[in-house]
């Protein structure tokens, strides 16, 4: 019996355009770690192949460092660590930023300083395991896709909602990267010319108008302003206007404060002017939206519904791609990434921790 070459993991090189690789049935039943990067931390997952997270550690990289070093040290402690009360097979990285389309090396990473950085074979090198670099959001959109909301659905986009918007496409199941792996990098598209300053460089972004920011930036206006109708979440906020955070907004609007309300109004029209423009080219069937602004639930996705009516192109005479939250919360990326990793777990390659401890490792929990 021969078994096809996987692609994509540590070693082979070449990436997967047309599908996303299956395990073996073997593989299948093999625990792998999803490992999600963000801007000081880094979380580990156990995630066996029903998407179930079966252990979790947290990290701190070292007083805030982003040096590729010290995060590669942190991802290889949690490893370890993890590996001492499980056997692990494979590790899926979820990195925000661009991931180049071989899935080995972290291209530009905005909250990372990272330029070109050979993650994958930096990381198989030290663990001696099979790795996958995606992009957080892809990895995301595939737990969804596989465990959550988007199940059963061949054509969705996924929108994640956080201090700015991360987006993936999934086309008839596979996972779109584009030619350079950047594709999806919805949060960037220009809705109003000459609009807000982005940290990308550009002006008038989507995600200066639908994300966490926007909705705080909003809100922090209206208590600098004075205005009375700002009362309500400054005195949330103890009369401090740094205090107004999208969790103190989400928590005023499900209370009922008529100007959250509003500015989540505000946020999900937004929303979905930019979803009409992503439908008009892709023509989804689904859009799961995601992220720590999704928390408002109904709050944001009634009014984004609305707005995408409004602004579908060809409305009135076409079916309309449904919009939901996503099911998975904040460890959506984690799942999806040791997803994406368990078609390259081999049975008789496990992780082992070195003895005399695990170097680099800060605190967990
Ligand atoms: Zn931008």
């Known amino acids: 019996m021969t078994r096809a070459r996987p692609q994509g993991a540590a070693g082979s090189g070449v990436g997967s355009r047309r599908r996303e690789p299956r395990p073996s049935l073997l593989a299948s039943q093999l625990l792998t770690v999803g490992i999600d990067i963000g ?3 880094v979380a580990a997952g156990v995630v066996d192949s029903d998407g179930q997270v079966l252990d979790q550690l947290r990290a701190s990289t070292p007083d805030k460092s982003k040096s590729p070093q010290v995060v590669e040290d942190t991802i290889a402690g949690l490893v370890f660590d993890l590996a001492e009360r499980h056997d692990l097979h494979a590790v899926g990285i979820g990195a925000a930023g661009f991931v180049d389309e071989s899935r080995a090396s972290v291209v530009f990473a905005p909250h990372l300083s990272w330029r070109n950085e050979p993650l994958r074979d930096a990381v198989s090198r030290r663990l001696r395991l ?7 959001a892809n990895a995301a959109a595939w737990a969804e896709w596989r465990f959550g909301s988007g199940q059963g659905q061949q054509d969705l986009v996924c929108v994640t909602m956080g201090t700015g918007i991360g987006g993936a496409i999934l086309s008839d199941g596979v996972l779109q990267r584009g030619q350079f792996g950047m594709a999806g990098e919805f949060g960037h598209m220009l809705v109003v010319p000459q609009g807000h300053r982005c940290a990308c460089g550009n002006r008038g972004c989507w995600e200066q108008y639908a994300s966490g920011n926007a909705l705080v930036r909003e809100a922090r206006e209206l208590a600098v302003a004075e205005s009375p109708v700002a009362q309500g979440l400054l005195a949330r906020a103890d009369g401090d206007v740094a205090q107004i955070t999208g969790p103190l907004i989400t ?10 309300i509003e500015l989540f109004g505000e946020v999900g029209t937004w929303l979905g002017i930019g979803i009409a423009n992503l439908a008009a080219a892709l023509d989804p069937g689904l859009v799961v939206v995601g992220g720590g602004v999704s928390d408002a639930g109904e709050l944001l996705l009634q009014p984004a519904r609305e707005a995408f009516r409004r602004h ?8 309309e ?3 939901v939250r996503a099911e998975l919360g904040n460890v959506a990326g984690l799942i999806g990434a ?5 078609p390259f777990a081999r049975r008789f390659r496990r992780a082992r921790p070195p003895r005399g401890g695990t170097p680099g490792r800060t605190g967990s929990g």
């Open 39 to 41: 801007g000081t931390k």
């Open 251 to 260: 928590e005023a609007a499900k209370d009922g404060d008529p100007t959250a």
């Open 321 to 323: 791609a449904r919009i």
């Open 338 to 342: 040791a997803e994406l990793a368990r």
């Open 312 to 319: 579908l192109t060809g409305r009135g005479f076409r079916p």
């Open 130 to 136: 099979p790795v996958v670099v995606e992009n957080d």
